[in-house]
């Protein structure tokens, strides 16, 4: 079974910025396309942010975070980061990632990791 660990969050001020990792095990990383998702309280969880499987050539961003984040991903350490920039209060939620179908967007696994809360506050 895939494990997730997510970790990086953190209080931050608006305009600050953050680096979440995810690191997966228990199967072949390099051969799942993974995303970035939150959950802000009282809404549903969506996707931030995926990249594609092997070298990650390609990525794609909701529009609300496109130009702030950035997805990466290092195969020989079996981990999926998020570099967020430019931080606003409307970033504020918890984080997870998970392996997901490239073509629709949506998660692969049924278990999540435990998040990372990320608050974006002054």
């Known amino acids: 079974q895939v494990q997730l660990v997510e970790s990086g969050g953190d209080l931050v001020q608006p305009g600050g910025s953050l680096r979440l990792s995810c690191v997966v095990s228990?199967?072949?990383?390099?051969?799942?396309?993974m995303g970035w998702y939150r959950q802000a309280p009282g809404k549903q969880r969506g996707l931030v942010a995926a990249i594609t499987n092997g070298g990650g050539g390609f990525k794609h961003y909701v529009d609300s975070v496109k130009g702030r984040f950035t997805i990466s991903r290092d195969n020989a350490k079996n981990t999926v980061y998020l570099q967020m920039n430019s931080l606003k209060p409307e970033d504020t939620a918890v984080y997870y990632c998970?392996?997901?179908?490239?073509?629709?967007?949506?998660?692969?696994?049924?278990?999540w990791g435990q998040g990372t809360q990320v608050t974006v506050s002054s």
């Open positions: 228990g199967r072949i990383f390099s051969i799942y396309a």
């Open positions: 998970n392996p997901l179908n490239w073509l629709t967007k949506t998660p692969l696994c049924d278990y």
